[in-house]
Structures are given as C-alpha cells and as structure tokens.
C-alpha cells in the first residue's frame, strides 16, 4: 500500500449532509480536480494544495496576520489588507494568529484513520440509504486515498457514493466500481465546443465512460447543472432525456439549477470566476416538465 493511499488533502467534511445522494451522509470533500468548470460551487477544491482563504469583508486590518506571517505575504497599508499569495506555503500561522476568523486554511492533509472517525460518529444516522460521499474537486485526483477510505468503509457496512466529473480513463473506474454504490455522475453541455469552452475539455470520455458504467452494471445517477446562457436550451434538454432512454439502467438525472455559492468562496482565494445569473422556481421546474415530456426520467421533481 502506498503512502498516498494512507493520507490525502482534504478541505471539508460535512456531517449530516441530505445533498449529496440518498439519505443521511457524510460528505468528504477531497482537493484536486482536472477540469475548471466556470460556474464551479466550490473553486477553492480545484488547485490541490492547500490555501489560505482571506474574507476582506470580516477583516479588522488588526495586522495580526502580518506580524505572525514568516514570509511577509500580509501587510495592511492606507487601510488595505494586502495579501501576496506569491510567497504563501499555506502554513495557516496567520489563521491562528487572526483575532476575527478572517483567514482560513482551505486544505489539509489527513490520514484514512482521521476521516474514519469522523465518519464513524455518524453511522447511527445513516439508517438504508444514507452513507458516505466522496466529493471534490474531483475526488479521483486522489484516487489512492479515495480507494483506501472506500475500502475501510466497505469493512464497517458504510455504503458508498462517488462523484465525478467523468474525465478519467476506464482503469480509474474500474478500480473504484467494487467499491461504489452510486456513481453521482456529471453531465454539463451536450455540444462539445461548450463544453470545452465552459469546462476546459470536451464531452466525448465523459459520455463514453457514462456509458462504460452504465454497461457495466454500476448504478449511476446523472447530475446535471443547469446554467442560464450557457446549456439551458431545448438541445441539451432533449440530450438529457435521450440519455435516461438510451441508458434505461441508470437510476435517472437530477437537474442542478445554478446557483452562487461559487462567488464568494472564489473572492475569498483571488480566483477569477464568471457569474451567471439565477432562474426562479418557476423556470427550473419548466425545464424538468420538458424533459419529462421527452420521456427524461429525472428523480427531483415533486
């Protein structure tokens, strides 16, 4: 066994999640992902090392931050808090330093027996359908980790769900099928220049490797976010609906209306993000009625 299948980055657990598949569950949010999704609701999970999250907005320009800081990347000047992330190794001394809980390790390393005790203080809740899921970033970039926690929770009876972008080649998920109880699978544009410009590559490993899993009789969910301007149009609709017809195995789509959470976690780490504007209920639930209509199986509609 190696090193990396004992420890891994991981930058949040989630207790008691309902969103994240079937029932009560545990989310473990490991760093790293291999695509760069404009709309991304959790852009601090994409680079894989761990960063220093600054919220300018609770700062009190205190300059406790500076003066713990060992390689001189805070300085407050005019009133400003200056952060030079250049210099930064993300040793998280200016987080403990900061008086305001301004400043946050985004990313730390962790071993499969601190996830697990985690995990195992919320079995009790997990009753037939809750469990574990394994999130990003994409939680593949660390496979050897996520095959190491995937394992030890398959000793405990802990079921197991996995998402993923789709973007890996067969032998990554041939290794974690045994493993899987749910594939909670990505599916973004159905035109591949959309998709290459919104995501960074296009769609063809994706919907081959959907269709691998499918074939290979792993259950998988397709998970589809919705953004306005960008794949909210009758071709992608009918993309999905042909989908859960062709592949009458899967256990059917879920459509993710847009949302903004991406924003503020994306200013807390100064990374560029593209921001789209948000549908009502109304238009979110007009588009699961034209899939429907299509003969799209989809599994959040009242």
């Not at 949010?29 to 852009?43: D, E, M, S, T, Y």
């Not at 890996?168 to 109880?181: G, L, N, Q, S, W």
């Not at 017809?245 to 949302?259: C, D, M, R, T």
Request: hydrophobic share 35%; glycine share 8%; charged share 25%.
């Amino acid at each position: 066994m190696t090193e990396n299948a004992h420890t891994g980055i991981v930058f949040g657990i989630q207790r008691l999640s309902i969103h994240d598949g079937p029932g009560i569950r545990t989310t473990v949010f490991l760093k790293g992902c291999n695509v760069n999704c404009k709309w991304c609701h959790n852009p601090e999970g994409i680079p894989m090392q761990p960063l220093i999250g600054l919220n300018q907005e609770r700062c009190v320009r205190c300059g406790a931050c500076a003066a713990a800081c060992p390689n001189g990347c805070h300085s407050i000047e005019n009133g400003e808090h200056r952060f030079d992330r250049r210099a930064c190794e993300a040793c998280g001394k200016c987080v403990d330093a900061c008086p305001v809980q301004a400043l946050d390790l985004i990313g730390k390393r962790m071993t499969a027996d601190e996830v697990m005790k985690v995990v195992l203080k919320d079995q009790k809740y997990y009753g037939e359908d809750g469990g574990v899921t394994l999130s990003g970033g994409e939680a593949l970039m660390q496979k050897d980790f996520a095959l190491e926690l995937m394992r030890r929770c398959r000793e405990h009876g802990i079921r197991i769900a996995l998402e993923t972008n789709g973007v890996h080649r067969k032998e990554t998920y041939d290794a974690v099928m045994p493993y899987v109880d749910l594939f909670l699978y990505d599916y973004k544009a159905t035109d591949p220049e959309v998709h290459k410009a919104y995501v960074g590559c296009d769609n063809r490993r994706i919907l081959e490797n959907l269709r691998y899993l499918h074939d290979s009789g792993a259950r998988v969910l397709v998970r589809c976010p919705i953004i306005p301007g960008v794949n909210d149009n009758q071709t992608h609709f009918d993309a999905i609906a042909q989908l859960t017809v062709q592949l009458p195995k899967l256990v059917g789509a879920e459509i993710l209306p847009y949302h903004k959470l991406g924003v503020s976690k994306a200013k807390r780490i100064d990374s560029e993000y593209q921001e789209f504007e948000m549908v009502d209920a109304s238009v979110s639930d007009g588009w699961k009625r034209y899939i429907q209509s299509k003969g799209g199986r989809l599994v959040n509609v009242e």
